[in-house]
């Protein structure tokens, strides 16, 4: 059974383009997270829902859009992608709120690439 | 606001040898700190924590202590695997904030 699941596994795609990652966690939890991991393996926490609602909004640029319709998943949508936004992007749940010391869970990881 | 710092890597370490990775922290408060690690390929997955001061974790042969007095978290294992290389991230999460990562240490095992 997979817990924390995310699609697409990889994602090439042009600059100025918009596209979507899906994230869905059946472990119940009523957290959930994006975090991006950079080049050099540097990972940053970009948002967070705790059921439904927005917790943590970290200085991401406009473009990038989170939506929970559930508490089970959480999506995020980029416009206008750029170079820049190539990364690994990493979608995670935690059963407590997202600001308990709480064990995250983690997908297996978006690769997306911007040509 | 809260940060860690962790041992540049990578790490290149033949079967068997002793491995160390070090983290310290700097908080405000009593945070709780982990060890998250990420194998080739996929995302990251908890190794092992501790949520208060004098606390080991433990797990898969890899110990952690928790030591307020040298605000530090070091990860040992006495005897590496081929099967333990992957990059591990020391993070800590305290009071009302969020979850912070290290810089993460690639390990690379040699047989």
């Known amino acids: 059974d997979t817990a924390v699941s995310q699609t697409p596994k990889y994602l090439v795609t042009q600059m100025g383009n918009d596209k979507s990652i899906k994230c869905e966690q059946n472990l119940g939890h009523d957290t959930m997270y994006w975090y991006k991991q950079d080049s050099k393996k540097f990972l940053k926490i970009m948002f967070s829902?705790?059921?439904?609602?927005?917790?943590i909004n970290e200085t991401v640029p406009n473009r990038f859009s989170p939506k929970s319709p559930d508490k089970a998943h959480l999506n995020l949508h980029i416009n206008s992608l750029e170079l820049g936004d190539s990364a690994v992007y990493f979608c995670?749940?935690?059963?407590?709120?997202?600001?308990?010391?709480?064990?995250?869970?983690f997908g297996p990881g978006t690769r997306l690439t911007v040509l | 606001g809260n940060s860690v710092t962790q041992m540049e890597g990578p790490v290149t370490l033949s079967e068997e040898a002793f491995l160390t990775i070090n983290c310290t922290y700097t908080?405000?408060?009593?945070?709780?700190l982990f060890w998250y690690v990420q194998y080739p390929g996929e995302g990251l997955q908890l190794l092992l924590k501790a949520t208060k001061a004098d606390d080991k974790g433990s797990n898969k042969g890899f110990e952690a202590t928790y030591r307020k007095e040298t605000t530090s978290f070091h990860l040992e294992k006495g005897s590496v695997q081929v099967s333990d290389s992957a990059v591990y991230f020391c993070a800590l999460q305290g009071g009302s904030e969020k979850l912070v990562f290290g810089k993460g240490t690639k390990l690379t095992v040699n047989p």
């Open positions: 829902y705790n059921n439904k609602e927005l917790i």
């Open positions: 995670a749940s935690s059963r407590l709120s997202t600001l308990t010391a709480d064990t995250q869970y």
């Open positions: 908080a405000t408060g009593y945070p709780s």
